[in-house]
Nanobody
Framework: QVQVVESGGGLAQPGGSLTLSCIIT????????MAWYRQRPSEERRMVAF???????NYNPYVTGRFTIARETDRNACILQMNDLVVEDTATYYC??????????????WGQGLQVTVSS
């Protein structure tokens, strides 16, 4: 049984920091990619950062230089270190991981979401 366990988040002041953690267990194989997405009210879910097997990393431009993603590949775990937070970072953050299923599709896993609120 696959489980996605997220932790962290909460309330921070502008300029502050928060760390989000995620571990995905029970997958049939090592995940190819782990990522964090976020969704604000009335908006679509958007990619924040991902790290792929082999080390390729990508960030959405609005977090580049402030957020850092780091994976533990052998554990299907990752963290998102968020620094220099701004009010616009307020959102629900979701952990995602996926791997090819060997049949041309993917096995795609999502967490339940973590609330991050940036406010003075």
């Amino acid at each position: 049984q696959v489980q996605v366990v997220e932790s962290g988040g909460g309330l921070a002041q502008p300029g502050g920091s928060l760390t989000l953690s995620c571990i995905i267990t029970g997958t049939p194989s090592e995940l190819y990619e782990m990522a964090w997405y976020r969704q604000r009210p009335s908006e679509e879910r958007r990619m924040v950062a991902f790290e792929r097997k082999g080390g390729e990393v990508n960030y959405n431009p609005y977090v580049t230089g402030r957020f850092t993603i780091a994976r533990e590949t052998d554990r299907n775990a990752c963290i998102l270190q968020m620094n220099d937070l701004v009010v616009e970072d307020t959102a629900t953050y979701y952990c995602n991981g996926w791997a090819p299923d060997g049949l041309g599709g993917v096995l795609d896993y999502w967490g339940q979401g973590l609330q991050v609120t940036v406010s003075s």
